[in-house]
Antibody, heavy 118, light 113 residues
Framework: EVQLVESGGGLVQPGGSLRLSCAASGFTFSDHYMDWVRQAPGKGLEWVGRTRNKANSYTTEYAASVKGRFTISRDDSKNSLYLQMNSLKTEDTAVYYC?????????WGQGTLVTVSS | QPVLTQSSSASASLGSSVKLTCTLSSGHSSNIIAWHQQQPGKAPRYLMKLEGSGNYNKGSGVPDRFAGSSSGADRYLTISNLQSEDEADYFCETWDSNTPSYVFGTGTKVSVL
């Protein structure tokens, strides 16, 4: 059974940084692309970015709203995905989900809440 | 970038059927989409991948009551024999090959009467 467990959320001041983690199990992590998706309170889903697998050079893509501030990385030896968030803004407040992508997203984590506020 | 248009809400009686629509913007009518369900207070759940041909592949454990279909730029999710646990938000997702990036529809809130 696929399991994705996010951690690292919390309260951070505007301009601050935070690193989210996602622990994966139940599938061959190194074979797959992985995504981050967020959901602001009471709003819809917003794609944040993704990392490809080793066979595709771990290349990454990002949404325009986070490009240059957020960095996705992975450690296949630890079956873990990361989201480094810098220069955080109040509008980055959201639940952040880790997701397994085959062609479309096929599995979601339970999410971790990030609150950006002074 | 493709835009996915969904109606904001839909409702139907317990045991009846409801058909949700996700419309792809011009130039993207052949895109594959995915449907996701989000029950109140929970994480999203993948329901199915749906092609422009109408072929669909459901996720593990998704009940037979959920079915997909397509017509032109429209992608449909039909829920038959509606149950109380089907009360949820339903989002569609697709891929923008130009950017590249992924986009979600704004979601349809389904109420079971």
């Amino acid at each position: 059974e696929v399991q994705l467990v996010e951690s690292g959320g919390g309260l951070v001041q505007p301009g601050g940084s935070l690193r989210l983690s996602c622990a994966a199990s139940g599938f061959t992590f190194s074979d797959h692309y992985m995504d981050w998706v967020r959901q602001a309170p009471g709003k819809g889903l917003e794609w944040v970015g993704r990392t490809r697998n080793k066979a595709n050079s771990y290349t990454t893509e990002y949404a325009a709203s986070v490009k240059g501030r957020f960095t996705i990385s992975r450690d296949d030896s630890k079956n873990s995905l990361y989201l480094q968030m810098n220069s955080l803004k109040t509008e980055d407040t959201a639940v952040y989900y880790c997701a397994l992508r085959i062609t479309m997203i096929e599995n979601w984590g339970q999410g971790t809440l990030v609150t950006v506020s002074s | 970038q493709p835009v996915l248009t969904q109606s904001s809400s839909a409702s139907a009686s317990l045991g009846s059927s409801v058909k949700l629509t996700c419309t792809l913007s011009s130039g993207h009518s052949s895109n594959i989409i995915a449907w996701h369900q989000q029950q109140p207070g929970k994480a999203p759940r993948y329901l199915m991948k749906l092609e422009g041909s109408g072929n669909y592949n459901k996720g593990s454990g998704v009940p037979d009551r959920f079915a997909g279909s397509s017509s032109g730029a429209d992608r449909y999710l039909t829920i038959s024999n509606l149950q109380s646990e089907d009360e949820a938000d339903y989002f569609c997702e697709t891929w923008d090959s130009n950017t590249p990036s992924y986009v979600f529809g704004t979601g349809t809130k389904v109420s079971v009467l």
